[in-house]
Protein backbone atom coordinates (compact mmCIF):
# COMPACT_ATOMS: atom_id res chain seq x y z
CA UNK A 1 0.00 0.00 0.00
CA UNK A 2 1.29 3.31 -1.13
CA UNK A 3 0.89 6.21 0.94
CA UNK A 4 -0.39 9.64 -1.12
CA UNK A 5 -1.32 13.05 -0.76
CA UNK A 6 -3.36 15.32 -3.22
CA UNK A 7 -4.03 19.17 -3.15
CA UNK A 8 -7.27 19.89 -1.61
CA UNK A 9 -9.81 20.41 -3.97
CA UNK A 10 -11.31 24.29 -5.64
CA UNK A 11 -14.27 23.72 -3.35
CA UNK A 12 -13.34 22.29 -0.50
CA UNK A 13 -10.62 24.94 -0.45
CA UNK A 14 -13.19 27.52 -0.93
CA UNK A 15 -15.35 26.13 2.39
CA UNK A 16 -12.36 26.05 4.32
CA UNK A 17 -11.74 29.56 4.47
CA UNK A 18 -9.47 29.80 1.82
CA UNK A 19 -9.13 33.14 -0.50
CA UNK A 20 -12.00 31.34 -2.79
CA UNK A 21 -15.20 32.68 -3.26
CA UNK A 22 -17.41 31.10 -0.43
CA UNK A 23 -19.87 28.48 -0.77
CA UNK A 24 -21.72 28.66 2.13
CA UNK A 25 -20.55 26.24 4.48
CA UNK A 26 -20.80 26.93 8.48
CA UNK A 27 -17.74 26.02 10.60
CA UNK A 28 -14.77 24.39 9.69
CA UNK A 29 -13.48 21.11 8.80
CA UNK A 30 -13.40 18.18 11.06
CA UNK A 31 -9.59 18.44 12.07
CA UNK A 32 -7.11 15.81 10.74
CA UNK A 33 -4.85 17.25 13.38
CA UNK A 34 -6.66 16.23 16.57
CA UNK A 35 -5.71 17.48 20.23
CA UNK A 36 -2.79 14.94 21.51
CA UNK A 37 -4.89 14.07 24.70
CA UNK A 38 -7.53 12.60 22.34
CA UNK A 39 -7.53 9.05 22.30
CA UNK A 40 -6.61 7.51 18.53
CA UNK A 41 -9.47 7.06 16.37
CA UNK A 42 -11.31 3.91 15.90
CA UNK A 43 -14.13 2.70 13.36
CA UNK A 44 -17.23 2.46 14.44
CA UNK A 45 -18.15 -1.43 14.68
CA UNK A 46 -21.36 -2.77 13.95
CA UNK A 47 -22.69 -6.65 14.89
CA UNK A 48 -21.93 -8.71 12.08
CA UNK A 49 -25.85 -9.90 10.52
CA UNK A 50 -26.02 -13.80 9.96
CA UNK A 51 -26.69 -15.02 6.98
CA UNK A 52 -26.00 -11.28 4.97
CA UNK A 53 -25.80 -11.72 1.22
CA UNK A 54 -25.76 -8.65 -1.53
CA UNK A 55 -28.28 -8.16 -3.15
CA UNK A 56 -27.84 -5.72 -6.52
CA UNK A 57 -30.45 -2.86 -7.00
CA UNK A 58 -31.49 0.12 -8.84
CA UNK A 59 -33.33 2.81 -7.21
CA UNK A 60 -34.37 5.41 -10.05
CA UNK A 61 -35.81 4.42 -13.14
CA UNK A 62 -39.07 6.11 -15.20
CA UNK A 63 -41.56 3.98 -17.64
CA UNK A 64 -44.30 5.33 -19.46
CA UNK A 65 -46.35 6.38 -16.14
CA UNK A 66 -44.13 9.49 -16.43
CA UNK A 67 -41.32 10.67 -19.21
CA UNK A 68 -40.37 7.09 -19.70
CA UNK A 69 -40.64 5.34 -23.14
CA UNK A 70 -41.60 1.84 -22.28
CA UNK A 71 -44.30 0.68 -19.82
CA UNK A 72 -43.69 -0.67 -15.87
CA UNK A 73 -43.62 -4.39 -17.38
CA UNK A 74 -41.01 -3.89 -19.60
CA UNK A 75 -38.69 -1.95 -17.29
CA UNK A 76 -39.23 -4.61 -15.07
CA UNK A 77 -38.23 -7.58 -17.17
CA UNK A 78 -35.33 -5.61 -18.01
CA UNK A 79 -33.45 -5.29 -14.74
CA UNK A 80 -34.66 -8.96 -13.93
CA UNK A 81 -33.12 -9.73 -16.82
CA UNK A 82 -29.94 -8.35 -16.35
CA UNK A 83 -28.97 -9.45 -13.30
CA UNK A 84 -30.50 -6.56 -10.91
CA UNK A 85 -32.41 -8.26 -7.24
CA UNK A 86 -34.48 -5.37 -6.78
CA UNK A 87 -36.07 -2.27 -8.78
CA UNK A 88 -37.36 0.98 -7.68
CA UNK A 89 -39.97 2.25 -10.56
CA UNK A 90 -39.96 6.25 -10.04
CA UNK A 91 -41.58 7.68 -11.75
CA UNK A 92 -42.28 12.11 -11.38
CA UNK A 93 -45.60 12.31 -9.06
CA UNK A 94 -46.87 8.53 -9.88
CA UNK A 95 -46.92 5.89 -7.77
CA UNK A 96 -46.52 2.37 -9.57
CA UNK A 97 -48.29 -0.23 -7.66
CA UNK A 98 -45.57 -3.20 -7.43
CA UNK A 99 -48.80 -5.05 -6.78
CA UNK A 100 -49.90 -4.74 -10.37
CA UNK A 101 -46.62 -6.50 -11.76
CA UNK A 102 -46.61 -9.46 -9.11
CA UNK A 103 -46.26 -11.82 -11.48
CA UNK A 104 -42.74 -10.60 -12.06
CA UNK A 105 -41.87 -10.86 -8.21
CA UNK A 106 -40.20 -13.94 -6.60
CA UNK A 107 -37.92 -15.14 -4.06
CA UNK A 108 -35.19 -13.57 -6.35
CA UNK A 109 -36.83 -10.47 -7.68
CA UNK A 110 -38.54 -7.43 -5.47
CA UNK A 111 -40.20 -4.61 -6.98
CA UNK A 112 -39.64 -1.87 -4.00
CA UNK A 113 -42.60 0.90 -4.01
CA UNK A 114 -41.50 4.77 -4.55
CA UNK A 115 -41.94 7.02 -6.71
CA UNK A 116 -40.02 10.49 -7.71
CA UNK A 117 -41.79 13.46 -5.82
CA UNK A 118 -40.53 16.18 -8.65
CA UNK A 119 -40.71 20.14 -7.37
CA UNK A 120 -38.83 22.81 -8.37
CA UNK A 121 -37.75 26.73 -6.93
CA UNK A 122 -37.16 29.10 -9.57
CA UNK A 123 -35.17 27.73 -12.11
CA UNK A 124 -33.89 24.31 -9.78
CA UNK A 125 -35.29 21.09 -10.33
CA UNK A 126 -35.71 19.70 -6.73
CA UNK A 127 -36.54 16.14 -7.02
CA UNK A 128 -36.73 13.65 -4.23
CA UNK A 129 -37.03 10.51 -4.68
CA UNK A 130 -39.38 8.24 -1.72
CA UNK A 131 -38.53 4.53 -1.19
CA UNK A 132 -40.82 2.00 0.60
CA UNK A 133 -44.32 4.25 -0.05
CA UNK A 134 -47.28 2.55 0.49
CA UNK A 135 -49.90 5.49 -2.24
CA UNK A 136 -48.81 8.30 -3.96
CA UNK A 137 -47.25 11.50 -1.98
CA UNK A 138 -48.88 14.57 -3.40
CA UNK A 139 -45.99 17.11 -4.63
CA UNK A 140 -45.26 19.36 -1.85
CA UNK A 141 -45.99 23.51 -2.07
CA UNK A 142 -43.20 25.26 -3.47
CA UNK A 143 -41.35 26.86 -0.37
CA UNK A 144 -39.89 30.62 -0.42
CA UNK A 145 -36.48 29.52 -0.49
CA UNK A 146 -34.50 26.30 -2.01
CA UNK A 147 -33.96 24.83 0.88
CA UNK A 148 -37.52 25.28 2.67
CA UNK A 149 -38.41 23.77 -0.90
CA UNK A 150 -36.10 20.61 -0.73
CA UNK A 151 -37.30 20.42 2.95
CA UNK A 152 -40.68 20.06 2.11
CA UNK A 153 -40.09 17.07 0.08
CA UNK A 154 -38.17 15.53 2.49
CA UNK A 155 -40.65 16.15 4.91
CA UNK A 156 -43.26 14.79 3.01
CA UNK A 157 -41.33 11.35 2.41
CA UNK A 158 -41.15 10.98 6.21
CA UNK A 159 -44.29 11.59 7.45
CA UNK A 160 -45.49 8.62 5.87
CA UNK A 161 -42.53 6.58 6.89
CA UNK A 162 -40.79 6.21 3.74
CA UNK A 163 -37.16 6.44 3.14
CA UNK A 164 -35.99 10.12 0.67
CA UNK A 165 -32.66 10.26 -1.62
CA UNK A 166 -32.07 13.31 -3.13
CA UNK A 167 -31.66 13.25 -7.11
CA UNK A 168 -28.79 14.67 -9.16
CA UNK A 169 -28.22 17.93 -7.33
CA UNK A 170 -26.04 19.27 -10.28
CA UNK A 171 -28.68 18.45 -12.73
CA UNK A 172 -29.25 22.28 -14.01
CA UNK A 173 -26.82 23.45 -11.46
CA UNK A 174 -29.74 23.24 -9.09
CA UNK A 175 -28.93 22.14 -5.51
CA UNK A 176 -25.43 23.69 -4.00
CA UNK A 177 -23.40 22.65 -1.41
CA UNK A 178 -24.48 24.55 1.48
CA UNK A 179 -28.43 23.92 0.84
CA UNK A 180 -27.21 20.07 0.94
CA UNK A 181 -25.68 20.63 4.33
CA UNK A 182 -28.83 22.46 5.81
CA UNK A 183 -31.35 19.68 4.51
CA UNK A 184 -32.66 17.86 7.73
CA UNK A 185 -33.13 13.67 7.65
CA UNK A 186 -31.66 12.98 4.93
CA UNK A 187 -29.09 10.33 4.47
CA UNK A 188 -29.19 9.67 1.07
CA UNK A 189 -27.72 11.78 -2.29
CA UNK A 190 -26.88 10.40 -5.70
CA UNK A 191 -23.13 10.57 -5.96
CA UNK A 192 -23.32 9.10 -9.56
CA UNK A 193 -26.90 9.39 -11.64
CA UNK A 194 -26.39 8.03 -15.23
CA UNK A 195 -28.33 10.42 -17.37
CA UNK A 196 -26.01 12.32 -19.52
CA UNK A 197 -27.05 16.13 -18.82
CA UNK A 198 -26.67 16.27 -14.64
CA UNK A 199 -22.78 16.91 -14.68
CA UNK A 200 -21.86 14.46 -11.98
CA UNK A 201 -18.21 15.79 -12.21
CA UNK A 202 -19.43 19.47 -11.45
CA UNK A 203 -18.59 22.52 -14.18
CA UNK A 204 -16.17 25.71 -13.58
CA UNK A 205 -16.37 26.82 -9.79
CA UNK A 206 -19.37 24.30 -9.35
CA UNK A 207 -17.83 20.79 -7.24
CA UNK A 208 -18.67 17.62 -8.73
CA UNK A 209 -20.49 15.03 -6.49
CA UNK A 210 -17.84 13.84 -4.69
CA UNK A 211 -15.84 16.95 -4.11
CA UNK A 212 -19.05 17.97 -2.62
CA UNK A 213 -19.23 14.73 -0.21
CA UNK A 214 -16.11 15.12 1.12
CA UNK A 215 -16.96 18.33 2.49
CA UNK A 216 -20.39 17.57 3.77
CA UNK A 217 -18.52 14.83 5.26
CA UNK A 218 -15.77 16.97 6.57
CA UNK A 219 -18.55 19.56 8.38
CA UNK A 220 -20.15 16.85 10.41
CA UNK A 221 -22.53 16.06 7.26
CA UNK A 222 -23.69 12.12 7.61
CA UNK A 223 -24.39 11.72 3.82
CA UNK A 224 -24.09 8.16 2.24
CA UNK A 225 -23.58 8.11 -1.85
CA UNK A 226 -25.85 5.80 -3.72
CA UNK A 227 -25.46 5.03 -7.47
CA UNK A 228 -28.45 4.77 -10.02
CA UNK A 229 -29.08 4.41 -13.81
CA UNK A 230 -31.95 7.00 -14.40
CA UNK A 231 -33.03 5.62 -17.30
CA UNK A 232 -36.17 6.86 -19.34
CA UNK A 233 -34.73 5.22 -22.79
CA UNK A 234 -35.36 1.15 -22.99
CA UNK A 235 -36.03 1.58 -26.93
CA UNK A 236 -33.86 2.35 -29.73
CA UNK A 237 -29.84 3.07 -29.59
CA UNK A 238 -28.01 3.01 -26.24
CA UNK A 239 -26.03 5.75 -26.30
CA UNK A 240 -23.94 8.34 -24.39
CA UNK A 241 -26.30 11.06 -25.66
CA UNK A 242 -29.67 8.86 -24.39
CA UNK A 243 -30.54 7.91 -20.50
CA UNK A 244 -30.42 4.19 -21.05
CA UNK A 245 -30.24 1.64 -18.24
CA UNK A 246 -27.40 -0.18 -16.62
CA UNK A 247 -25.33 2.49 -16.04
CA UNK A 248 -25.01 2.72 -12.03
CA UNK A 249 -26.86 0.79 -9.29
CA UNK A 250 -26.49 -0.35 -5.71
CA UNK A 251 -25.55 -3.22 -3.50
CA UNK A 252 -26.98 -3.94 -0.48
CA UNK A 253 -25.61 -5.92 2.11
CA UNK A 254 -29.21 -7.66 3.87
CA UNK A 255 -29.86 -11.19 4.56
CA UNK A 256 -33.22 -10.69 3.12
CA UNK A 257 -34.75 -9.96 -0.54
CA UNK A 258 -37.48 -7.64 0.80
CA UNK A 259 -38.10 -4.20 1.07
CA UNK A 260 -37.69 -2.74 4.59
CA UNK A 261 -34.57 -5.01 4.59
CA UNK A 262 -33.50 -2.86 1.88
CA UNK A 263 -33.80 0.58 2.92
CA UNK A 264 -32.85 -0.07 6.53
CA UNK A 265 -29.18 -1.08 4.74
CA UNK A 266 -29.17 1.98 2.92
CA UNK A 267 -29.67 4.09 5.54
CA UNK A 268 -26.73 2.45 7.45
CA UNK A 269 -24.41 3.03 4.54
CA UNK A 270 -24.82 -1.20 4.57
CA UNK A 271 -24.11 -0.79 0.85
CA UNK A 272 -21.73 -0.12 -2.45
CA UNK A 273 -22.32 2.03 -5.42
CA UNK A 274 -21.75 0.89 -8.61
CA UNK A 275 -21.20 1.55 -12.22
CA UNK A 276 -19.16 -1.58 -12.82
CA UNK A 277 -17.04 -2.92 -10.33
CA UNK A 278 -17.49 -5.81 -8.04
CA UNK A 279 -16.82 -6.48 -4.61
CA UNK A 280 -16.94 -10.08 -2.71
CA UNK A 281 -16.55 -8.45 0.51
CA UNK A 282 -16.66 -4.86 2.70
CA UNK A 283 -15.73 -5.55 6.54
CA UNK A 284 -14.21 -3.24 9.24
CA UNK A 285 -13.03 -3.68 12.62
CA UNK A 286 -12.01 -1.31 15.44
CA UNK A 287 -8.98 -0.40 13.38
CA UNK A 288 -8.78 -2.14 9.67
CA UNK A 289 -11.36 -1.03 6.48
CA UNK A 290 -11.01 -3.91 4.51
CA UNK A 291 -12.30 -4.69 0.50
CA UNK A 292 -12.37 -7.89 -1.77
CA UNK A 293 -12.03 -7.02 -5.42
CA UNK A 294 -13.67 -9.42 -7.43
CA UNK A 295 -11.33 -9.91 -10.45
CA UNK A 296 -13.37 -9.57 -13.82
CA UNK A 297 -11.44 -10.63 -17.24
CA UNK A 298 -8.15 -8.66 -17.78
CA UNK A 299 -9.22 -5.61 -15.30
CA UNK A 300 -6.59 -3.73 -13.10
CA UNK A 301 -7.28 -2.19 -10.43
CA UNK A 302 -6.57 0.76 -7.80
CA UNK A 303 -8.23 1.31 -4.69
CA UNK A 304 -7.91 5.17 -2.97
CA UNK A 305 -8.81 5.24 0.77
CA UNK A 306 -10.08 8.80 1.35
CA UNK A 307 -10.59 11.16 4.54
CA UNK A 308 -11.25 14.55 5.57
CA UNK A 309 -11.60 17.35 3.29
CA UNK A 310 -11.22 14.46 0.20
CA UNK A 311 -7.38 14.02 1.20
CA UNK A 312 -6.11 10.37 -0.47
CA UNK A 313 -4.96 9.07 2.48
CA UNK A 314 -3.64 5.52 0.46
CA UNK A 315 -3.82 4.03 -2.70
CA UNK A 316 -3.77 -0.01 -3.27
CA UNK A 317 -3.52 -1.90 -6.56
CA UNK A 318 -3.89 -5.68 -4.82
CA UNK A 319 -7.55 -7.58 -4.77
CA UNK A 320 -7.59 -7.22 -1.46
CA UNK A 321 -6.88 -3.47 -0.28
CA UNK A 322 -6.62 -2.76 3.41
CA UNK A 323 -6.46 0.48 5.21
CA UNK A 324 -5.32 0.84 8.76
CA UNK A 325 -6.30 3.66 10.97
CA UNK A 326 -3.36 6.31 12.13
CA UNK A 327 -4.94 7.14 14.43
CA UNK A 328 -5.97 10.61 13.63
CA UNK A 329 -8.71 10.09 11.04
CA UNK A 330 -12.63 10.90 11.49
CA UNK A 331 -13.84 8.82 8.86
CA UNK A 332 -12.57 7.03 6.03
CA UNK A 333 -14.63 5.85 2.26
CA UNK A 334 -13.22 3.94 -0.22
CA UNK A 335 -12.92 4.05 -4.00
CA UNK A 336 -12.40 1.03 -6.56
CA UNK A 337 -11.73 2.55 -10.22
CA UNK A 338 -11.05 -0.80 -12.67
CA UNK A 339 -9.07 0.16 -15.48
CA UNK A 340 -11.94 0.58 -18.13
CA UNK A 341 -13.11 3.08 -15.55
CA UNK A 342 -15.57 1.83 -13.86
CA UNK A 343 -16.04 2.68 -9.99
CA UNK A 344 -16.96 1.45 -6.30
CA UNK A 345 -18.01 3.45 -4.13
CA UNK A 346 -17.06 2.20 -0.76
CA UNK A 347 -19.96 4.09 2.28
CA UNK A 348 -17.57 6.46 4.77
CA UNK A 349 -16.65 4.41 7.85
CA UNK A 350 -16.57 7.47 10.49
CA UNK A 351 -14.55 6.88 13.44
CA UNK A 352 -14.47 7.77 17.07
CA UNK A 353 -13.18 11.21 16.28
CA UNK A 354 -16.20 12.04 13.66
CA UNK A 355 -18.50 14.86 15.33
CA UNK A 356 -21.82 14.94 13.47
CA UNK A 357 -23.31 18.60 13.30
CA UNK A 358 -26.64 19.82 13.14
CA UNK A 359 -27.35 21.59 9.76
Do not use: C
Amino acid sequence: MRLARRAVPYALAAIMGATLPDVGLPGSALGAQPASSEAPARFETRPAVAGARWWKGNTHTHTTNSDGDTPPDQVARWYRMHGYQFLVLSDHNVFTDPATLASLVDDTFLLLPGEEVTSGFQKAAVHVNALAISALIPAPPRDSTLLGTVQRSVDAIRAVGAIPHINHPNFLWSIDTATLFRVRNDKLFEVFNGHPTVHNLGGGDWPGMEEAWDALLSRGRRLYGIAVDDAHHFQGEFTRERANPGRGWVVVHTPTLASRAIVNALEAGDFYASTGVTLDSVTSDTTVLAITIRQQSSFKYSTQFIGVNGRVLATDRSLTPRYRLRGDESYVRAKVTDSGGAIAWIQPVFTSRYRAAAP
